[in-house]
């Protein structure tokens, strides 16, 4: 996206769209596990997730037990990923032809079928962002992690950062989101700040980095800050 | 009924249909590339867009459902505009290397780009390309020409029934594949290629061989196996170049099996091309005067009892009705056609057709199989079986081993007395279907199966005048139709066990290889006549090179008893002769001239004969008037578990064997699964 827009670092490697989707082929050339089973934690999430659905549709439940996949495999081995034997797994579970969750699987975007880095660093590139200066938001991960091109993980198994699409929080952009959440309001010194929290393993508090109340304006509501009384 | 106008004819067809559907019957073409009839709809091509009054903008016709009153126009300036679009999106990434592309002149893509296709392109990008994948021993890719109209992946899923094609990644990067790499499990798989509206999918052995204007077309029928596909054989000179499905809505539908698709390489390899004669032990190349001294000398003084003739399992009616004629002629009783031993019953005609009929399927709503795996004896059939299934309230019961029908189907057991547990689910259905198999059959209490099948078919209400639900699913293409000759022991006549281990002095196999041809005895005088060197020809102290099924007009009977002819595509190679005519030639060696000169006359003896074979494609009414069942006593079958027929699907009779491309298919899906079983 950004290089055909002219972004000040657009030219830089590694930022075709095609890398930030995927292969399109299977994960084969990646380490890809052997073997793949249900924890307890997620066959509880798992029993839950498929009361929803009547019997005869409980093939309706790929998304979220893809999801259940991804969140084992970060409690696990660190890396939310989901490895081509655990498709085969879900596939069993639901009762599905195994390509029938490929297709999804390697479809969305939020499933990963590589192994990626502790913290998955997903940059909204899309106008609002852009406008905002996603680019500097770029250019501090780009600078913090040492990674070059998107879908690149950094040396030390940190952080993967990908490009992204509209994240839907434009009032608050430039966002990042890492892992699960959004990070919002950033520059680039609060996204360095924000990488080095999360390098010494602490957890930020989602949200606003400026103090923000979800899309309130800066420094409190302007607005409706009075509450009307009744026959006033 | 929705009655509806489309450029101003005016039209009317049933409701929920599509408008394209409106649009074919009033004579009218629409392109399309994902809307095929036979599979689900997609409407993702966007090619048959039509106008329809009213409506804002054109409209996708394969997904769009008709209304009384409806008023379509499929040729205005507004429908050429926007298939122009269409096309040249489609255009994009396609790489138009139609010069080096073996979908050229037949590719629906091409012949529609000269319709609607511009004549340079406006897209200066570059194109994508996406690495072709690896689908098997049959079907090549060349995955940028695709469109992505993912008929092959309804055609997988709903058609062949194995659920292993797909679409993966998105957008730009969407690719149509397997994800893994793996062969397609399916019997089916040649029909993908058919259904590729453009060059993406291809058939492999056939890659770089031919255009198709430089074919030439002959109809014939499938032989191998009972189903009786009809099949266009393409060939280019002396050579059949490729084999392919034609429409019988009937039989085939539009589809065919691998092995019949694929096996024509074996009609170029281990060819009989001239007579041979054994002498001092070893066969040794003879003329045919040689030949027929050989066997007259043999003959002479020999007592009818003593000679014995077996019909093979590729053998035309013809042929057939021509060797019985000989052998009447030379005092004879000792005829067979049932090399496998199968305790065919040729009593009565229903004891041994596929009474239901292929279509009738259709009609029928619950089914039990009786030791026949149809996904390897007959795919097409099976695929039959498995459209009915789609349309629900058809339960399907089998016994016999544990196999993958392609559906889901209850295992009942792998022993014969595991059918009454069917009988309640039979009994609650109004047209039920029983199907036994070739497997069944073939055991030492065959007769007392087929007669255990027929009573529990009579017990559930299978066998009305207006139903027949007792069907037999053979695995040979001539069995039906040698049954119908009476190709059968005659009276005091021997079969063929009784004929081996040094029963006759003089056996006479038509291409027969499907015996145990180690049992014939020692000092049996064998003849073979056919077309390959396989196990018979192997035996033989004389061998007569016959034609096979691509190279003789030829009348074959499918296993429902629908005759069928298929027409000369190529000449037999080297001195070898269609069969009538050799065993004519030879009656006349033996100054006993069979009575007829021409292969129309052998027909009008057929008729004779039977009158079954007057009429092509024709079959009767099938309902049962006369519930009396086959001989055999269906209390002596036994509690042995049921094996069935075909094992390896690619490789069942001579054709085949000597086909380097199944054998390929021998190694890539039988070997794993013979391996895998041990």
Redesign the interface.
Known sequence: MSEHLGGPHGSQVGLG??EN??D???G?GAAQPAHFAFDEASEAEIASILTKYPPSRKASGVLPLLYVVQGQMRRQTGSAWVP?VAMDVVAARLEV????V??VA??YLMFNTNPIGRHHLQVCGTTPCWLRGSEEVTRACRDETGIKGWRQTSDDGMFTMSEVECLGACVNAPILQVDDDYYEDLDYDRTVALLQALRRGEKPQPGSVIGRITSAPEGGPTTLNTIPIAGE | MAKLTVDGTEVEVPNGASVLQACEAAGVEIPRFCYHERLSVAGNCRMCLVEVEKAPKPVASCAYPVADGMVVKTDTAVVRQARRGVMEFLLINHPLDCPICDQGGECDLQDQAYSYGMDHSRFAENKRAVKDKYLGPLVKTFMTRCIHCTRCIRFSSEVAGVAEMGATSRGENMEVGTYIEKALTTELSGNLIDICPVGALLNKPYSFTARPWELRKTDSVDVHDALGSNIRVDARGSEVLRILPRTNEDVNEEWLGDKSRFSHDGLKRRRLDKPWVRQDGKLRPASWPEAFGAIAAKLKDLPGERIGAVAGDLCDAESMVALKDLMASLGSQDLDCRQDGAALDGGRRDFYTFNTTVAGIEDADAILLVGSNPRREAPVLNARIRKRLNHGGYPVAYVGQPADLTYAARHLGDGVAAIEDAAEMLRGAKRPMVIVGQGALRRPDGAAILAAAWALAASVGALTPEWHGFNVLHTAAARVGALDLGFLPGLGGKALPAMLGGGVDLLWLLGADEFDIAAIGANTFVVYQGHHGDRGAARADVILPGAAYTEKGGTYVNTEGRVQRGYVAVQPPGEAREDWAILRAFSAVLGKPLPYDSIQEVRDRLAAVNPVFKTLQELPHRGCTDQAGPSGDPAGVDREPLLPAVVNYYQTNAINRASATMAECTRTYVTPMLQAAE
Do not use: K, V
């Open positions: 769209t095609a989707i995927g399109g082929s299977s084969e081509r032809p195994p390509i029938r490929y297709e390697t479809f």
